[in-house]
Nanobody
Framework: QVQLVESGGGLVQPGGSLRLSCAAS????????MGWYRQAPGKQRELVAT???????NYADSVKGRFTISRDNAKNTVNLQMNSLKPEDTAVYYC????????????????WGQGTLVTVSS
């Protein structure tokens, strides 16, 4: 089994910063796209940022200029640096990756983390 584990969530004041990390583990052969999604209370899950295997990034308009997504292919990790946090950033943040395993190296499947809670409040 391949799994993703998020870390770094917590309580932060408006204007503060937080860094989320997501580590993929298991019988991984390769990882294609990776991304972060979030789901705020009473809202649907939305895309926050994505990053391809070659480093191309995309951001939701609501976080552009404040958040930075990065990855370390050697460590099978993806990170989300969140600056200038706002109360509306409060959500459960989920890591997502397209992963192939050593047992089926040409088949990519979506894997989701269990989420980490980010609360932005004074």
């Amino acid at each position: 089994q391949v799994q993703l584990v998020e870390s770094g969530g917590g309580l932060v004041q408006p204007g503060g910063s937080l860094r989320l990390s997501c580590a993929a583990s298991g019988s991984i052969f390769s990882i294609s796209d990776m991304g972060w999604y979030r789901q705020a209370p009473g809202k649907q899950r939305e895309l926050v940022a994505t990053i391809t295997s070659d480093g191309s990034t995309n951001y939701a308009d609501s976080v552009k200029g404040r958040f930075t997504i990065s990855r370390d292919n050697a460590k099978n990790t993806v990170n989300l640096q969140m600056n200038s946090l706002k109360p509306e950033d409060t959500a459960v943040y989920y890591c997502n990756a397209e992963v192939s395993s050593v047992w089926s190296q040409d088949w990519y499947r979506e894997v989701w983390g269990q989420g980490t809670l980010v609360t932005v409040s004074s």
